[in-house]
Each structure stands twice: as structure tokens, then as C-alpha cells.
């Protein structure tokens, strides 16, 4: 067990890197809780396989600090190391052994029994294709061997790097549900993706970045329930709507053929656009409070930056500057 | 380290680039063997008789050889040197010694090769499949990885090595039994002992490819790079013997020093002028235990440079 109890899973604190020019991760911040799915989520490029390929030792940082359940690392990965599986990116084997054989070298190498090899290819459901050479293996084959393989450890911690990418539909489902069964067990899942929606469906916490650095974190409920939802709105005469409800007070913008409503102080209650509209004789097709999800989240925070959301629950991990 | 080693043994003896070569490498030994049993094959009594034959035939018009030659300005001591002789038509059997030394040259080009290609494969597939950076997740220790690594293509390389020379030199006692008879299978020692140097340079072979591989992070790359070496070297010798006052820097040579290091010594001249006008011949000579120390030092310093990059690297 841990020898920092109360540490979380990840802290990462300040981490910088960049190549040459190019700044990839930036006063990035983030901190993964034990237990549960923890998205980190951020466009294509944004810096998530750069961080997560630090924190496992395979990049050097240029500045920051990171932890993986209280100890420092690189420093003290070594130490750690058996507590973390990871796929980062695509899952990478030797093309010409088969699955078991890639299991097995690596069951030798970390002083695994090679028994607990056929176990975890039967946890995954490859014990039929295992003896294939990887080369020949679908996607959603190689998704599972290499689950498999960070199984092998038995970790606390496990890390997917854009898991899913790929994947055709059955795939993704059935890797969501092996993540969510995995944090269900009391593992701590890291789950990296530019698909925020996705993401949303199974993680308990998340981490947002965008151009490398932190933009917003927190539970996902948290995050979402931080800031009022709009009400979605549509008339006939929109021109004529909008500067009705402009009049009330309301904030007011076009959205795909329909308004949406919102008042920087609160929640507007439907009701009170239904009755501003009725009594003027304006007659609403379609009504909806529009839920937020993280995808506008994320398209909020950074048209604005996180520093001029207040509302949004801007959360920093202790220790952040 | 130990299970490491154990994982890295049994990589590089279940990869197929490893059977290929060492089946590969199985049959030209054999071809060697075959092609040295037809170069040296002592002559039979009939070849002899007709070698005799020739030889006689030749001698008047030899004589008018000279005779023009020396007409020509050329002195006779320069001309006779021209001349065939009795030993171009009618050989001595061949010694086991002179075997021996044959076989460890022909078996150590035929292993250092595969060694080379099979260890540099070795590290050179981890880049290319991407599965070092997969490994690393799980031993980040990058020493004593670099270090298992290493140790496994000088291990292979080994084995490669002594199955080769083994086969060659197998193959090279019956023929010396055939020929000079089971009492000629003696006084072979410094022939043994080269074999000894062909080896331990089959084993550098693979350690310098791995490194290279390690170090360019592919097999292909580095193999190259090294035939470009290899041409570079050529250049600067032939540059530097037409050059006194720099042709000394010969000696400092890796490939002179190999050459020392596997026949035992190795020798080369070139000319200087003298203020008489004439030209003096000046020899400049590589003795073994330079040789080794050269090439000790030069392969601690790739190991060490491998290692230190290797350390340092930024695994995609």
C-alpha cells in the first residue's frame, strides 16, 4: 500500500514542456483522486500524451513537479511503477509474436507468474485469438491485449491515452464499460480523450486543458452544475422575440434557427420566457432548458479563459500556484 | 536484472530474424568450407606431372622476357622479380596452420555480419514497433534495461559466433585429415589462436550494431551509415599514405586496427622523400596489444555514448 495515504492517484503541479519552439504543456495542473474515472480531456494536440508521457517517465519535463500517489516522479517511478498500467496511445507490441508471447516477455520481465497470463487474457475475452501473431490482431483486439497487459500488474492506478480511437461503436462501448468496471473494482482509471461527450458518460472527475494548459477541473457534476443552464427557445418571429426578451433583461444569441436564453445572475425558469412571449403575442414552438455538457464547457472556457470564468467553478488543485 | 535477462534471452531466441541468419549464416560456412576445399586441394600426381609440363614450356620464352625487359632500361633484379615462378605452377600442400587461419577469416567475415544485423534488429524493432516505450512502462529503470539488452546481443552474437566457426573449422579438420592425414592436425596454434580473435571481434560485431541501432534508434539506418563509414575510411586511407607528414595517422585507423587485432599485427608503408631527391620507404606497423587496446577503448567509448543517449532518450 500507498506510503502516503491520503495523496492522490496523480498531482501534477506547474508541468512544463517544449520542444524546441513549441510550447506543448504549460503551468499544466491536474490532480487525479484515488478511486473512480478521471477524464483528461482537451483537443488534438493539446498536450495530453506529452504529460502523460512525462509522468510515466518516457519524456523529460522542462519544469513542474509530478506525483503518482504521493511519490515524486521520475525520481522515484521506479518505486511506483508496479502500481501503474498504462496504454499510451496505441497499443505497441511486437507485430510478429502473438499475443500470449508479448504477455509473457513481459510477465518475465516484471518477475510475473506466466499463470497469470492466461488469466488476464481470458479477463479481457482474447484467450482464443492469443496464440495469433499481434500483427493480425483487429484494433479492438490490440485495445484488449493491451488492457490485458497493464492488468498484468494487478495496479491501482491504470492510464488509457485516447483509448478509443479507432474503435468502431461496439468497441467503444465495450471499452467504456471495461474502464467503468475497472473504477467500479476500486481501481483509479485515467482516461485521456479529445471526445469530451464521451468521456462524460463514464468519469467521475475531470481535467480540462487546452493549448497545454489546465483550464478547468473538478467532478463532473460539479463542473457542469457551476454555471446556469440556457433556455432554448423557438418563435416565428425570432427578430422580434429577441428584442422582447432583451427588454426583460435577458441575454439573448441566435443558436442553429433557435434563441438561447440566458441572465449572467441565474437561471432563467421557462416559465418566464414562455409568459414575456405570450404577452406579446408571440407564440413559442419549442421550449427546452439545453443541459450543458462538456464539449460547451470546454467551447466556453476557452473563448473566455479560465481566469474570467468565476462562475464555472475554476477549481486548482492544492499546491497550484 | 535477472528477469530481464531471462525476457531478453528469450526475445531474441523466439525472433525469426535470429533463425533466419543463423540458418543463413549455416550455409555459407558451408559454401566457405566448399570453396576453401577447392582453392587449396593439394595438387594430384597427374596435376603435378602437367604443372611440371607448363612450367618447362615457359622457361624460353621467360628468358626472352628478360632479356626485353632489361633492354628496356629496367634492371635485372626488377625484371626477374616479373618472372612466374615454379611455385605459381607446382604448390605445397596447404599447412592445417594456413587452414585454420583461413576458415577463422572466412567464418569470422560470415558471423560478424549476422551478428551485426541480428543485434542491431534487435534493438532496431523495439524503435520501430514502438514496444520499447511499452517496456519502459513497466521496468524504468533504464540502466539495467540498456544493460539486459546489451548483454543478450553480445550473448547471441557469442553463440552465433562459435556455431559458425565451429561448422567452418569442423568442416576444415576433415578436410586437413583428408589431406596431410591425422598426424597433420597439429601445429595450428597461432591458427587457434585467431580463431580466439575472430570471435571476441563476431562479438563486438553484434555490441557495435546494437549500439548503432540504439543509438540512430532503427536497423536500417545505422547499417548504412556504417557502409558510408566504410567508404569514408577507404578515402582517408588511400588520402593520408599519399600524404608524409600526416600518412602516420594510418595507425589511428579502426578498420588498420581490426585488421591488427584479428591476423595478430598489421603492417603498411609509404614513401617520403629524402633531401638526396630519392624516395625512402618508411613501414609503419600495428602490433596486437595496440591494436587491442584501440579497439577496447573505442568500444567503451560507443557503449558509453549509446548508454548515456539511451538514458537520456524521449521514448514515442
Same mark, same amino acid.
Given at each position: ?67 503518482? /500517489? ?26 510478429? /509474436? ?6 509473457? $516477455? ?12 492466461? +488469466?488476464? *487474457? ?52 465495450? /471499452? ?5 468496471? $475497472? ?6 482509471? $485515467? ?102 455538457? *462538456?464539449?460547451?464547457?470546454? $467551447?466556453?472556457?476557452?473563448? +473566455? ?6 462562475? *464555472? ?9 | ?7 531478453? =534471452? ?48 615457359? %622457361?624460353?620464352?621467360? %628468358? ?7 633492354? !628496356? ?6 625484371? #626477374? ?30 558471423? %560478424? ?27 524504468? #529503470? #533504464? ?25 567452418? %573449422? ?58 558510408? =563509414? ?48 630519392? !624516395? ?24 558509453? =555514448? ?11
Amino acid at each position: 500500500m500507498s506510503d502516503h495515504p491520503q495523496s492522490p492517484a496523480v498531482r501534477i503541479v506547474g508541468l512544463r514542456k517544449t520542444y524546441r519552439s513549441i510550447v506543448a504543456v504549460d503551468d499544466l495542473t491536474m490532480t487525479v483522486p484515488l478511486r473512480g474515472v478521471h477524464g483528461f480531456l482537451g483537443p488534438n494536440g493539446s498536450g495530453k500524451t506529452t504529460t502523460i508521457r512525462m509522468l510515466l517517465g518516457l519524456m523529460r519535463a522542462d519544469q513542474g513537479t509530478m506525483e503518482l /500517489f504521493g511519490e515524486p516522479v521520475p525520481g522515484r517511478l521506479p518505486e511506483v511503477i508496479n502500481r501503474v498500467g498504462a496504454i499510451v496511445e496505441q497499443p505497441r507490441f511486437f507485430e510478429n /509474436f502473438s499475443g500470449r508471447k508479448n504477455l509473457a $516477455l513481459l510477465a518475465q520481465g516484471i518477475a510475473v507468474p506466466i499463470s497469470r497470463v492466461g +488469466a488476464v *487474457l481470458e479477463q479481457v475475452g482474447l484467450s482464443d485469438r492469443a496464440g495469433s501473431a499481434f500483427g493480425t490482431y483487429s484494433l479492438g483486439m490490440k485495445q484488449r491485449l493491451a488492457v490485458a497487459a497493464t492488468l498484468l500488474k494487478d495496479p491501482e492506478l491504470l492510464i488509457f491515452d485516447e483509448p478509443t480511437n479507432g474503435l468502431d461503436p461496439q468497441g467503444i462501448h465495450e /471499452f467504456r464499460s471495461t474502464m467503468r468496471s $475497472l473504477a467500479d473494482a476500486g481501481r483509479t482509471v $485515467l482516461v485521456s480523450s479529445h471526445i469530451l461527450a464521451e468521456v462524460q458518460q463514464i468519469a467521475d472527475t475531470v481535467t480540462i486543458i487546452g493549448r497545454g494548459r489546465t483550464l478547468a477541473e473538478g467532478p463532473v457534476a460539479s463542473l457542469l452544475a457551476g454555471a446556469a443552464d440556457p433556455v432554448r427557445v423557438v418563435v416565428d418571429d425570432a427578430d422580434r422575440a429577441a428584442a422582447v426578451l432583451r427588454a426583460a433583461g435577458l441575454d439573448v444569441r441566435p443558436h442553429e434557427g433557435a434563441l438561447l436564453v440566458s441572465r449572467a445572475s441565474g437561471q432563467v425558469p421557462p416559465a418566464e420566457v414562455s409568459r414575456l412571449l405570450g404577452e406579446q403575442g408571440l407564440w413559442i414552438s419549442e421550449l427546452t432548458v439545453q443541459r450543458r455538457n *462538456l464539449e460547451e464547457l470546454y $467551447l466556453q472556457l476557452t473563448e +473566455a479563459g479560465p481566469t474570467q470564468q468565476p462562475d *464555472l467553478h475554476w477549481a486548482r488543485p492544492e499546491g497550484a500556484a | 536484472m535477472s528477469n530481464l535477462l531471462k525476457a531478453e =534471452v528469450n526475445r531474441w531466441f523466439s525472433r525469426r530474424l535470429w533463425w533466419a541468419m543463423l540458418l543463413a549464416a549455416v550455409a555459407l560456412a558451408g559454401l566457405s568450407v566448399l570453396s576453401i576445399s577447392q582453392v587449396y586441394a593439394p595438387q594430384t600426381p597427374a596435376e603435378i606431372a602437367q604443372a611440371e609440363k607448363d612450367w618447362q614450356n615457359i %622457361q624460353s620464352s621467360a %628468358q626472352q622476357d628478360l632479356q626485353e625487359c632489361i633492354d !628496356d632500361g629496367n634492371s635485372a633484379e626488377d625484371c #626477374r622479380e616479373m618472372l612466374p615462378s615454379r611455385s605459381n605452377f607446382i604448390r605445397d600442400p596447404p599447412t592445417y596452420q594456413t587452414l585454420v587461419e583461413v576458415g577463422a577469416q572466412s567464418a569470422g567475415q560470415i558471423a %560478424q555480419l549476422a551478428a551485426l544485423i541480428v543485434a542491431a534488429s534487435f534493438i532496431g524493432a523495439e524503435f520501430k514497433s514502438g514496444s520499447l516505450a511499452t517496456w519502459l512502462t513497466y521496468v524504468p #529503470r #533504464r540502466v539495467p534495461v540498456f544493460a539486459s539488452k546489451a548483454l543478450v546481443a553480445v550473448l547471441g552474437s557469442a553463440v552465433l559466433g562459435v556455431v559458425v566457426h565451429a561448422l567452418v %573449422q569442423g568442416g576444415i579438420a576433415l578436410l586437413a585429415a583428408n589431406w596431410l592425414g591425422a598426424a597433420g592436425l597439429t601445429g595450428a596454434t597461432e591458427g587457434w589462436q585467431m580463431v580466439g580473435r575472430t570471435l571476441v571481434v563476431v562479438v563486438g560485431s553484434g555490441l557495435f550494431g546494437f549500439c548503432l541501432a540504439a543509438l540512430f534508434g532503427s536497423t536500417i539506418a545505422p547499417l548504412a551509415g556504417l557502409l558510408g =563509414v566504410f567508404v569514408v575510411l577507404m578515402l582517408v586511407g588511400g588520402l593520408l599514405q599519399s600524404v608524409p607528414v600526416v600518412a602516420w595517422l594510418i595507425v589511428l585507423l579502426p578498420d588498420n586496427n581490426l585488421n591488427a587485432y584479428i591476423y595478430g599485427s598489421w603492417q603498411t608503408s609509404y614513401y617520403e622523400r629524402a633531401a638526396s631527391g630519392s !624516395d625512402i620507404e618508411r613501414v609503419l606497423r600495428i602490433e596486437l596489444g595496440q591494436a587491442s587496446l584501440y579497439l577496447a577503448c573505442l568500444m567503451a567509448v560507443i557503449v558509453a =555514448v549509446t548508454l548515456w543517449r539511451f538514458t537520456r532518450r524521449e521514448v514515442r
